[in-house]
C-alpha cells in the first residue's frame, strides 16, 4: 500500500522533509511506502536543494488540496494565511494533515481539530514545538496516563542563543541581536522571538494537550527578553542564576484534580532567573529543554534542537509514518486512533497574571540617600512582600543601583508595591523586574 | 468497550499500576475503559499498600494467563521463570502483553516476539528501560524515521547513586555500597545492578529498536562499578571528567548506511569517564539519562527517574492504553500497528571489543624509579597508543601513582601494551583501566 502525501512549502523544513523521503535506507521500513505525489511552492524556478521531479511541482496550492490522489497534506508554509484556508480545505476533502505551524494551530486549533473531529482525518503537529525533540507524542501517549501539573520549557531557540551569548560574552541585548541577526540565527523581524510570541504559541500547544482543553492564546501572559540587560546577567550570575526565557504551563496548585473544568492553569512566558543547578540551566544555545512534571512521574526532561531542516523534518516524518501507520492497520477504521486525535470540547480556566505567586528581582536605581533601602522596605512590607535580600550592588553615574529578590508573594501585591515604590521621590527608576524559578 | 486486564506480581510497580488505574480523574479518559479483572500474587495474605477486592486475588498465575475474559496481561513478577513462561502462554491465549521485565526480554526477546507475531498480539515494554522515562515510544515513532547512530545512556539507578555519592562524598565503592544496602538504594545481592548486567539487559533492548535487528545477550561487552575508586573519581575530577556507568549502543562509523545487515555495531557497559560539559555528567543519584544521536535529528537526551513504583507504573500504564486504544480504533484489524510490533528476523553483528576505538585512562602504580614514565612510553609507542598526558599523580606507601590518558586508540592495541606493560619490573600493578568518553 502505498500513501500519497503533498508537500506544501519546500523551504527549510520542506527541503529536509522530502530528504528524508527520497532517502529511506536504514531508516523505518514504512517509509518506503509513503510517496511524494506534489509539491506546492511559490516559485518553479527558484533553485532548490533538493532534486524532485518537476512534474510534482506546482504553484496551484488550491490543487493540491482538493486532489483526491493525495492521502496526507504537509504543510509547511508558515504564517497565518493562506496556511489555515488550504489545510481546512484539504480536511474537508477528507486528507489527514501533518503541519509545523504553531501559529496557526495555536490561533485556529479549535476550528480546525472540530473540522478533523468532523471529517475523520488526524492532524498532527510534533514538529510545531521543540523542532526534533520528541514531545507532542510523548505527552499524548507515553506520559497521557499522568496528571500532568506543569510543563516549563525552553522552546525558543533565537532568544536562548541571544541570551547564552549575553550570558557568555556580557554583551547588551540589541548589539548581540544584530549579531545574531547578521549570522541568521535571528529574522529581519525579530519580533517573534524575541517578543516572546513564538514561545507563546508553543506553550499554548503544550497547555492544550497536557490538560486536555482549548487554549485561548490571548490569556498567555507573555514578555519578551528586550527588558534583559546585561547588568541583569551579571547580577543573577553573582546571586547564582541564569537568565532564560521560560514558557510555563502550570496548574493551579489550589485547585483540586476531581474537575479539571473547574481548575485553573497559569500560562505565562517571560524571562526567569533560574538556579544554576537547575536542569534548564545548562540547556544553552539554540537549543530547547522541555521538563514535563506530574503524578506519578515526577520530573522528565527532554532536550535537543530546537529548529533546523533535519531536526524538524524528523519530526514532521515521523507523523507522516504515525498516520500511515494507523492508516496501514486498518483502513476502514471505524473511529479515529483516540491518542492521537484531538476532540477537547471546553477551554481551560487561565489565571489572571496577577493571581501568580513566584518570587521576583527587581533592579532599582535611586538617589544615593542614606534611607533608600529602608523606604523600599516599608512600602514592600505594607504590601505583604516578604524581601530575601535587598542589596546595593553599585553606581551608575550618580544613582546608586539596588537589587532586591523576594521570597514567594502574589504578583498583584507585588506590583501594588512597585506602584507605590515609583512614586517615591528617592527612586529613578526600575529598570529590571523579572521573575525567578 | 471496557478491556480487561490482569496483574501478574502486586510489588513495587504493580501497586503502582493498580493506583493509576483505580484513581482515573486528571488522566487520560481511556484509562476508565480498563478493568483490573485479575491479580496474580504469591501470597494472599501479604498486607497491600493499594485496596482491590479480594475476589480478583489468586495465587493460581497459571489460570490468569488461560482465563478467555483476559485482554491484556500485564507481567511484573521479574525474574526470568515463571515470568517468561506465563507469557509464552498468555501469548498463546492470544492475550497483548505489557511487561517491565528487561531480564526476560533481553534473553528471550525472539522466542516471545516471534510467538506474539504469530499470535498476532503486542508485547509492550516501555518500563523495560528507563522507568518512567519515555524512550522506547520515542525509538519507535518520533525517531523512527531517523537512521540512529547511537544510544549512550546511564540506564542504571542504583549504580549511578553509588557514584555520585563517591563523588559528593569522597568514599569507596565497598562503603557506599553497603550504605546504598542499608538505605534501600541497592539489592541485597547487588551482582545485577554493580556488574552492569542490569544496564546490559537494558542497553541490548534499546540497540534491538533503534537498530532493527535482534541483539544476543552475550554480545554485550560488561563492565560492573567495582574496580573504581575513590582515588580515580579524584584523578578524575581533576581532569575535568566525572565518571558514570554508561551503557553504549553505537553502529560502527565505519560501516555503510545502505545495508544494516551488513554492518557492525559496537554494545557495551562500562564505567567511562564523562567530561563535566556533558549533558550526561549532571545525571546524578538515582536519576537516568539517554542520549539518542542520529541523522538528520542531531541529539536528543531524555532523563528523569530510572525507577521506583510511580515513575515506571507511568510506563507500565501507558503501554496498557496504547494497546486499548490501538484495539479501540479497529477491534477486527488485519495486521498490528506496524509502529508497535516488532518483527525483526536477522541478528546485529557486534564488533569484538578489540576493535573499540576510544580514549582509555588507566592509573599505575610503579616503583618510584626516574625511568618509569619513560618505559611506558615506549611500551605503548611500540603498540601504536598516542598519550594524552602521562602525570605522576603521588604516592601510595612507597609506590609511585601514575595516570595516563590516551588519544583514540583501538583497544586491542591498548590492552597488548599494557600487558607488555604488566612484565616491566618497575611496574607494581594497574589498578584501573577506565575508558573516556
Redesign the interface.
Known amino acids: 500500500m502505498v500513501f500519497k502525501i503533498a508537500l506544501l512549502g519546500l523551504g527549510t523544513v520542506g527541503t ?1 522533509t522530502a ?2 523521503l527520497l532517502d529511506t ?4 521500513p ?2 518506503q511506502g509513503i510517496e511524494i505525489a506534489k509539491v506546492g511552492v511559490r516559485s518553479l524556478d527558484k533553485p532548490r536543494e533538493v532534486q524532485l521531479p518537476l512534474e510534482l511541482m506546482t504553484t496551484d496550492l488550491e490543487e493540491i488540496v482538493t486532489n483526491p490522489e493525495i492521502d496526507i497534506v504537509v504543510e509547511l508554509l508558515g504564517g497565518l494565511e493562506p496556511a489555515r484556508s488550504l489545510m481546512l480545505k484539504a480536511i474537508a476533502q477528507g486528507k489527514h494533515i501533518v503541519t509545523a505551524n504553531k501559529a496557526v494551530i495555536s490561533r485556529y486549533g479549535d476550528e480546525i481539530f472540530a473540522a478533523a473531529e468532523e471529517a475523520g482525518v488526524y492532524v498532527m503537529l ?1 514538529a510545531a514545538v521543540g523542532g ?3 514531545v507532542i ?2 505527552l499524548k ?7 500532568i501539573h506543569s510543563i516549563t520549557g525552553i522552546v525558543n531557540g533565537t532568544t536562548n542563543y541571544i541570551l547564552t551569548r549575553m550570558q557568555r560574552e556580557g554583551g547588551e541585548f540589541a548589539d548581540i541581536l544584530a549579531d545574531a541577526q547578521r549570522l541568521g540565527y535571528a529574522e529581519a523581524d525579530p519580533t517573534a522571538d524575541v517578543d516572546g510570541l513564538d514561545a507563546a504559541d508553543k506553550i499554548a500547544i503544550l497547555a492544550s494537550i497536557a490538560f486536555a482543553g482549548r487554549i485561548k492564546l490571548s490569556d498567555v501572559h507573555c514578555e519578551g527578553i528586550r527588558q534583559v540587560s546585561a547588568a541583569d546577567i551579571v547580577y543573577a550570575e553573582k546571586l547564582g542564576f541564569v537568565i532564560k526565557l521560560l514558557a510555563v504551563a502550570k496548574r493551579d496548585p489550589m485547585a483540586t ?2 474537575n ?1 473544568k473547574s481548575e485553573t492553569i497559569q500560562l505565562r512566558v517571560h524571562p526567569t532567573l533560574v538556579a544554576k543547578t537547575h ?1 534548564l540551566a ?1 540547556i544553552n544555545d539554540v537549543y530547547n529543554g522541555i521538563v514535563v512534571e ?12 530546537g529548529a ?4 524538524t ?3 514532521v ?2 507523523d507522516i ?2 498516520i500511515a ?2 492508516l ?3 483502513l ?8 492521537l486525535s484531538c476532540a477537547h470540547q471546553h477551554y481551560c480556566n487561565v489565571a489572571p497574571i496577577s493571581d501568580l505567586v513566584t518570587r521576583f528581582y527587581a533592579r532599582f536605581l535611586s538617589q544615593d540617600h542614606p534611607g533608600v533601602i529602608g523606604h523600599l522596605g516599608t512600602s514592600f512590607g505594607k504590601h505583604h512582600v516578604s524581601l530575601e535580600s535587598v542589596v546595593q550592588i553599585g553606581f551608575q553615574g550618580n544613582l546608586a543601583e539596588i537589587v532586591v529578590v523576594t521570597h514567594d508573594v502574589r504578583e498583584g501585591n507585588f506590583r501594588e508595591a512597585l506602584d507605590e515604590i515609583r512614586t517615591l521621590e528617592a527612586v529613578d527608576s526600575i529598570p529590571s523586574i523579572l521573575r525567578v524559578l
Open positions: 529536509g530528504k528524508i535506507a536504514g531508516r523505518n514504512l517509509l510534533e526534533g525533540i520528541p507524542q510523548p501517549q507515553a506520559l497521557g496516563v499522568n496528571r484534580g476531581d479539571p536542569p545548562s506530574g503524578e506519578p512521574i515526577g520530573q522528565v526532561i527532554f532536550s535537543g534542537p533546523g531542516s533535519g531536526p523534518a524528523s519530526a516524518v515521523s509514518l504515525n501507520a494507523v496501514k492497520t486498518d476502514e477504521a471505524k473511529q479515529l486512533h483516540p491518542l
